[in-house]
């Protein structure tokens, strides 16, 4: 029971991130995205690491553990979620977003495969209605109707543009995402097999740990520092709470 309890929360925190993240990048860049929300991970991690005493546990955590939760997180935090991120800036959360729930696929195949799990039929109709039910509630952005002019009136030039997906390169960066999260499950699973749940959160911190410094390097190029310069206050909160 365990186990569902952490898997609802983690699709919960999903949802929440692409909502707040979506408000973020229809003006900003997943560049910009990805310098806040990444070390905002740091942030809220490091408390509750000290707060439970984990920090301490970090002689007994396996160097081989530590360099899989390492590759999590930039697997999960920076390939991963750039990938999220450009999927819903291009194409939108709605055409994405069953896409990205794919990763269930990747996990239960690779679970299989590379855990040599047992998968039953159950868990096998389980991943499917998941699957179908995210594209069965898939539907196309609103479409933003100029109104028509009245007369002795100027027509509405004013009116905001319509957004126009870009399937391609949605689907593809949505796919390339699905693949990053659907393996980080089996990449934590090496790590953290033989621990307790509270050792969840030093090997997140690991993970984002890892992921701020491979962001930091990035940092080194002019052109991306210059982005993350240009972020707009607005934004910076969604990606704030995007990050949280």
């Given at each position: 029971?365990?186990?569902?309890?952490?898997?609802?929360?983690?699709?919960?925190?999903?949802?929440?991130?692409?909502?707040?993240?979506?408000?973020?990048?229809?003006?900003?860049?997943?560049?910009?995205?990805?310098?806040?929300?990444?070390?905002?991970?740091?942030?809220?991690?490091?408390?509750?690491?000290?707060?439970?005493?984990?920090?301490?546990?970090?002689?007994?955590?396996?160097?081989?553990a530590m360099a899989w939760m390492a590759l999590v997180g930039v697997v999960h935090f920076v390939i991963g979620r750039y990938c999220n991120f450009k999927a819903n800036q291009v194409a939108g959360v709605n055409l994405t977003a069953p896409v990205v729930?794919?990763?269930?696929?990747?996990?239960?195949?690779?679970?299989?495969?590379?855990?040599?799990?047992?998968?039953?039929?159950?868990?096998?109709?389980?991943?499917?209605?998941?699957?179908?039910?995210?594209?069965?509630?898939?539907?196309?952005?609103?479409?933003?109707?100029?109104?028509?002019?009245?007369?002795?009136?100027?027509?509405?030039?004013?009116?905001?543009?319509?957004?126009?997906?870009?399937?391609?390169?949605?689907?593809?960066?949505?796919?390339?995402?699905?693949?990053?999260?659907?393996?980080?499950?089996?990449?934590?699973?090496?790590?953290?097999?033989?621990?307790?749940?509270?050792?969840?959160?030093?090997?997140?911190?690991?993970?984002?740990?890892?992921?701020?410094?491979?962001?930091?390097?990035?940092?080194?190029?002019?052109a991306i520092r210059k982005n993350v310069t240009e972020l707009k206050r607005g934004n910076a909160h969604w990606f704030v709470y995007s990050g949280i």
């Amino acid at each position: 029971m365990l186990g569902v309890l952490f898997s609802v929360l983690s699709a919960a925190s999903f949802a929440l991130n692409n909502a707040a993240l979506r408000r973020g990048v229809v003006s900003g860049t997943p560049i910009q995205a990805m310098a806040v929300t990444v070390p905002v991970g740091v942030l809220c991690m490091l408390p509750v690491a000290l707060v439970l005493g984990e920090l301490s546990r970090l002689s007994q955590f396996a160097p081989t553990a530590m360099a899989w939760m390492a590759l999590v997180g930039v697997v999960h935090f920076v390939i991963g979620r750039y990938c999220n991120f450009k999927a819903n800036q291009v194409a939108g959360v709605n055409l994405t977003a069953p896409v990205v729930q794919l990763q269930i696929v990747v996990t239960m195949v690779m679970a299989v495969v590379v855990l040599h799990e047992p998968c039953t039929l159950l868990q096998i109709l389980g991943g499917v209605v998941m699957v179908v039910a995210s594209l069965i509630t898939q539907r196309q952005p609103p479409r933003v109707k100029v109104a028509p002019a009245v007369a002795g009136e100027p027509a509405d030039t004013h009116a905001a543009p319509q957004f126009v997906p870009l399937y391609l390169a949605g689907y593809t960066f949505a796919s390339m995402a699905a693949v990053s999260y659907g393996s980080t499950p089996v990449m934590a699973r090496f790590a953290l097999e033989h621990t307790g749940p509270a050792t969840g959160i030093l090997g997140g911190l690991i993970s984002y740990v890892a992921a701020t410094a491979v962001i930091a390097l990035t940092l080194l190029s002019p052109a991306i520092r210059k982005n993350v310069t240009e972020l707009k206050r607005g934004n910076a909160h969604w990606f704030v709470y995007s990050g949280i």
